[in-house]
C-alpha cells in the first residue's frame, strides 16, 4: 500500500522495506563501536552539555519575561498558568545545571584532577607565641625584604 501511495505522490521511499521473514546475516547486523574509557571525552561533553543548558537557560530566562509580559495584558488564568510552568522549567534546568557541574566534579575527584587546595574557609585559628618571638619573626621577614631589594638594585 505504501509503494501506492509513493507512486501516486511521485516520492521515493525513505527506506525500502524488507520481507518480515528476511534471514539477517548476524556479522552484518553487528555495527556497534565500543569506545574505550580511556579515549572517551568527558569534560569536553561535560562542557558540551554545560554549555547547552546555559544556553536553554538563556533563552528561557528571556521567553519567561514576554510570557509574563502577556500574562499581565492578558490577565487571563490560563496566561499565568503557562508563566508558573515555565518558571517550573527554568528552575529544573537550572537544577539539572547543578547536578551536571557536581557530576563533572565527581568525575575530576575520581580521576584526581583536582589540586589539593586549601579549606576555603579557616575558623578558630590560634597562634600560639609570645609577643617577643611575634616581633623577632617580623624583623626577620622585614630583613629579608630589605636584603632582596638591595640584591635587586645592585643588579
Request: hydrophobic share 35%.
Amino acid at each position: 500500500m505504501s509503494k501506492e501511495i509513493d507512486n501516486f505522490l511521485g516520492v521515493t521511499p525513505l527506506h525500502e522495506e524488507k520481507p518480515e521473514n528476511e534471514i539477517v546475516n548476524v556479522e552484518q547486523a553487528t555495527d556497534n563501536v565500543i569506545i574505550p574509557f580511556s579515549t572517551y571525552d568527558v569534560d569536553g561533553d561535560m562542557e558540551f552539555v554545560k554549555d547547552n543548558i546555559r544556553t536553554i537557560i538563556d533563552t528561557g530566562n528571556e521567553a519567561l519575561g514576554e510570557v509574563a509580559a502577556l500574562a499581565k495584558q492578558a490577565d487571563s488564568p490560563r496566561a499565568y498558568e503557562v508563566v508558573s510552568t515555565a518558571i517550573k522549567a527554568m528552575l529544573d534546568a537550572n537544577k539539572e545545571y547543578v547536578a551536571v557541574v557536581e557530576k563533572q566534579k565527581e568525575f575530576k575527584d575520581e580521576k584526581g584532577e583536582t589540586e589539593n587546595k586549601a579549606p576555603g574557609d579557616v575558623t578558630n585559628n590560634i597562634l600560639v607565641m609570645s609577643s617577643a618571638e611575634i616581633l623577632e619573626k617580623i624583623l626577620e621577614t622585614n630583613l629579608a625584604k630589605t636584603e632582596a631589594t638591595e640584591e635587586h638594585d645592585k643588579t
